[in-house]
């Protein structure tokens, strides 16, 4: 079975298996501001994951994306005018970007692997998100600038790391490391990808990290 095939079957394996399931993207950096919508992947009328929008109380929802690619995994820039989603409509799993109506689309990375789970810095300049280069046979965690400039790794491991969250700050990024034998523990890194720790001594099995912003409380 191809790796395209794979990480297909393991992002269709996320979506509800009805056509009416909701995935919603886990919690990440939380920011200040007024609750807004929900960007979700959602199967439509056709069984597709596409990408749709709806408000807290579950009204006002619209579908964002169409056709028959594979569409989840959709993040919020900051200031809510931009949603970055992996996609497979190019025909390998990239990230794009759209705004927040879903209008001007367009293809943010060119990895010819995969490419999923995107995060916003805090400032909505970079965006972090795991995946392979290629023929690679391990994710990584790389960071692009929002126009598709600036692609560079932040991880160059023999296990895979995925799952990348920016700090409210913005100066690191915790994620996951799959070392293949059970011990999947939460890592903590620089916003450069210098530093990086395990955050908690011993064998873990980590999931997606989510960070608290400072004066939330306990």
Not at 26 to 47: E, H, I, K, Q
Request: net charge negative.
């Amino acid at each position: 079975m191809s790796k395209r095939l794979i990480l297909a079957l393991t992002l269709a394996a996320t979506l509800v298996a009805t056509a009416a399931g909701v995935l919603v993207s886990p919690a990440r950096a939380t920011y200040p501001g007024d609750v807004g919508r929900l960007a979700f992947g959602m199967r439509d009328s056709a069984n597709n994951p596409q990408i749709f929008t709806a408000l807290p109380n579950g009204a006002g929802m619209h579908q964002l994306t169409t056709g028959s690619g594979f569409n989840a995994c959709a993040a919020y820039s900051p200031d809510g005018k931009q949603i970055a989603f992996c996609s497979g409509r190019s025909g390998a799993f990239e990230i794009w970007a759209m705004k927040q109506n879903g209008h001007d689309l367009h293809q943010v990375t060119d990895l010819g692997g995969s490419a999923t789970f995107p995060d916003y810095s805090p400032d909505g300049s970079r965006i972090a998100f795991s995946g392979t280069e290629g023929d690679a046979q391990t994710d990584q965690i790389y960071v692009v600038n929002s126009d598709g400039s600036g692609f560079k790794a932040l991880t160059n491991d023999t296990s895979n790391n995925d799952y990348p969250a920016y700090s409210p700050d913005g100066s690191k990024i915790a994620f996951v490391r799959n070392y293949g034998n059970g011990d999947r523990p939460v890592m903590i890194m620089n916003a450069d990808g210098s530093n990086q720790h395990q955050l908690l001594p011993g064998k873990w099995i980590g999931f997606v990290p989510g960070w608290q912003p400072l004066g939330a409380g306990d």
